[in-house]
């Protein structure tokens, strides 16, 4: 057990060093953290399963300013990690994750009363102009952001998966079939949210679009994505053509201006 729950606080700590510190973003997403922890913990295809379905939870969730509502990487790590060690199904999975995800936020803010005591130092360094100091402080940083998570996503599992497993053994039908119901809302909830973002401006016609394909030509979602990811380049594609010839437009009409100004003052010069 020690070593299972050191290989998956190493886990967390790695995906988060690597997110803050070196901007390798998305490995922290659900989907990328569940097969990782199916991998350590030797089940794969659970980690699939579970990754997949802690995105769909998350999918929604994003950090607007200064609000986090949660933290997606712990809550579906330690959610796929307890029910691979303990073998608990999916959606009771769901019902452990999504709370311990609210609770990550809350140890993120004692992460965030301790940082800043650095900030006096990297002051000093840059009236200085001492720029490597400045970039190994900055590392330093970086690497205490994840740490205390990483800390309790350890002892939580050393100390905790055998109480839980436990608990679940005792815990009667009815409340075990209330953790399966919620698990199951959970990613219709995490739609919900998506789609909310979705209804607005332009964006929801891609939605029935995708509506259209999957319930009238039964296509399969693998071909959905597909036709999606081309849309987006051929989307992307045009925004670039139309930037650059606004670009073009911009300084043809500038050079225009500037050549209608200078014979001006050469017409006021001779006359």
Same mark, same amino acid.
């Given at each position: 057990?020690?070593?299972?729950?050191?290989?998956?606080?190493?886990?967390?700590?790695?995906?988060?060093?690597?997110?803050? =510190?070196?901007?390798?973003?998305?490995?922290?997403?659900?989907?990328?953290?569940?097969?990782?922890?199916?991998?350590?913990?030797?089940?794969?295809?659970?980690?699939?399963?579970?990754?997949?379905?802690?995105?769909?939870? &998350?999918?929604?969730?994003? =950090?607007?300013?200064?609000?986090?509502?949660?933290?997606?990487?712990?809550?579906?790590?330690?959610?796929?990690?307890?029910?691979?060690?303990?073998?608990?199904?999916?959606?009771?999975?769901? #019902?452990?994750?999504?709370?311990? @995800?609210?609770?990550? $936020?809350?140890?993120?803010?004692?992460?965030?009363?301790?940082?800043?005591?650095?900030?006096?130092?990297?002051?000093?360094? #840059?009236?200085?102009?001492?720029?490597?100091?400045?970039?190994?402080?900055?590392?330093?940083?970086?690497?205490?952001?994840?740490?205390?998570?990483?800390?309790?996503? &350890?002892?939580?599992?050393?100390?905790?998966?055998?109480?839980?497993?436990?608990?679940?053994?005792?815990?009667?039908?009815?409340?075990?079939?209330?953790?399966? =119901?919620?698990?199951?809302?959970?990613?219709?909830?995490?739609?919900?949210?998506?789609? *909310?973002?979705?209804?607005?401006?332009?964006?929801?016609?891609? &939605?029935?679009?995708?509506?259209?394909? $999957?319930?009238?030509?039964?296509?399969?979602?693998?071909?959905?994505?597909?036709?999606?990811?081309?849309?987006?380049?051929?989307?992307?594609?045009?925004?670039?053509?139309?930037?650059?010839?606004?670009?073009? *437009?911009?300084?043809?009409?500038? =050079?225009?201006?500037?050549?209608?100004?200078?014979?001006?003052?050469?017409?006021? &010069?001779? @006359?």
């Amino acid at each position: 057990m020690f070593g299972k729950a050191l290989g998956i606080a190493l886990l967390y700590y790695i995906v988060m060093w690597l997110d803050v =510190a070196m901007g390798i973003f998305h490995l922290n997403r659900p989907i990328v953290i569940g097969p990782l922890v199916g991998l350590l913990l030797g089940d794969l295809h659970t980690g699939i399963v579970l990754g997949a379905t802690f995105e769909s939870v &998350f999918l929604g969730v994003i =950090a607007v300013g200064g609000a986090v509502p949660a933290d997606a990487t712990i809550g579906s790590l330690m959610g796929t990690a307890i029910a691979i060690m303990t073998k608990m199904s999916g959606a009771k999975a769901l #019902a452990v994750g999504v709370p311990v @995800s609210a609770l990550g $936020v809350l140890l993120m803010q004692v992460t965030y009363a301790y940082m800043p005591l650095l900030l006096p130092k990297m002051d000093q360094l #840059a009236k200085k102009g001492d720029e490597k100091g400045i970039i190994k402080y900055n590392f330093i940083m970086s690497a205490l952001y994840p740490l205390l998570n990483a800390i309790v996503v &350890f002892f939580s599992l050393l100390l905790g998966v055998n109480a839980i497993g436990n608990l679940l053994k005792v815990i009667p039908k009815f409340v075990q079939d209330g953790f399966t =119901a919620a698990g199951a809302m959970l990613p219709a909830v995490g739609f919900a949210m998506l789609l *909310n973002m979705l209804f607005k401006g332009r964006l929801f016609g891609y &939605f029935f679009l995708g509506f259209a394909l $999957v319930v009238y030509l039964k296509m399969p979602n693998l071909g959905v994505a597909i036709i999606a990811i081309v849309i987006a380049l051929m989307i992307y594609d045009l925004e670039q053509k139309m930037i650059v010839t606004q670009a073009t *437009n911009m300084k043809t009409d500038t =050079a225009v201006k500037q050549t209608n100004q200078k014979e001006m003052e050469e017409e006021d &010069f001779l @006359s």
